[in-house]
């Protein structure tokens, strides 16, 4: 049974880390761009609520977030 080193362990979790990273960014400025079209065609912060899962209060945050803002905060859509 070989070793396992726990820097190189280390060092591969950061590599995933940052991949993780790169796609939740991606995936945030699509959201964002989601919303933004949503509320474009007129619907109200409740009725994109209710269209994609969220409450209205966090549309209202995420539509209020400027793109290069966006973190790994506003992944997880847990809170009401």
């Known amino acids: 049974m070989a070793l396992v080193d726990p820097a190189d362990v280390a060092r591969r979790a950061t590599e995933e880390l940052a991949i993780v990273a790169a796609r939740v960014a991606e995936l945030s400025s ?21 269209r994609v899962g969220l409450s209205k209060g ?9 793109d290069t803002d966006v973190d790994a905060r506003s992944v997880g859509d847990s809170r009401p």
Do not use: D, H, N, P
């Open 30 to 50: 699509v959201r964002i761009g989601a919303l933004r079209e949503l509320q474009r065609r007129g619907l109200s912060y409740e009725q994109i609520a209710a």
């Open 58 to 66: 966090r549309v209202g945050q995420i539509l209020g977030e400027k």
